[in-house]
């Protein structure tokens, strides 16, 4: 029953915004820490920012620092993701997933070390 739905995603032109929402169910949402991840076209998977890791801060990976924040909602189990001055390089499919807080305090953002992926949504800037 463990399941995590990415939403909010879109065509926005360099220098808007999109907020991304990720529900989770089937497991208690505190005990769990919350990543987000993307894949841009022809490229690898590469991790974004995470939270509930355990130390009380979120963390964001260089490209993103500054400009996305990660933040959470723990009564309706979502996740948020707000993305400002977007760049065409941020165009990717976007995936939340789902890990111990044990684990991910270590591995951050190391797509292993997490147990459940959300299906994705697709965000398109275009210049």
């Known amino acids: 029953d463990v399941q995590l739905q990415a939403s909010g995603g879109g065509s926005v032109q360099a220098g808007g915004s999109l907020r991304l929402s990720c529900v989770v169910s089937?497991?208690?949402?505190?005990?769990?820490?919350i990543g987000w991840f993307r894949r841009a076209p022809g490229k690898e998977r590469e991790g974004v920012s995470c939270i509930n890791i355990g130390d009380g801060r979120p963390y964001y990976e260089n490209p993103v620092k500054g400009r996305f924040t990660i933040s959470s909602d723990n009564a309706r189990n979502t996740v948020y993701l707000q993305m400002n001055n977007l760049k065409p390089e941020d165009t990717a499919v976007y995936y939340c997933a789902a890990g111990s807080k044990t684990k991910i305090l270590s591995t951050l953002l190391t797509p292993d070390g997490y147990d459940f992926w959300g299906q994705g949504t697709q965000a398109t800037v275009s210049s």
């Open positions: 089937g497991f208690t949402f505190d005990d769990y820490a």
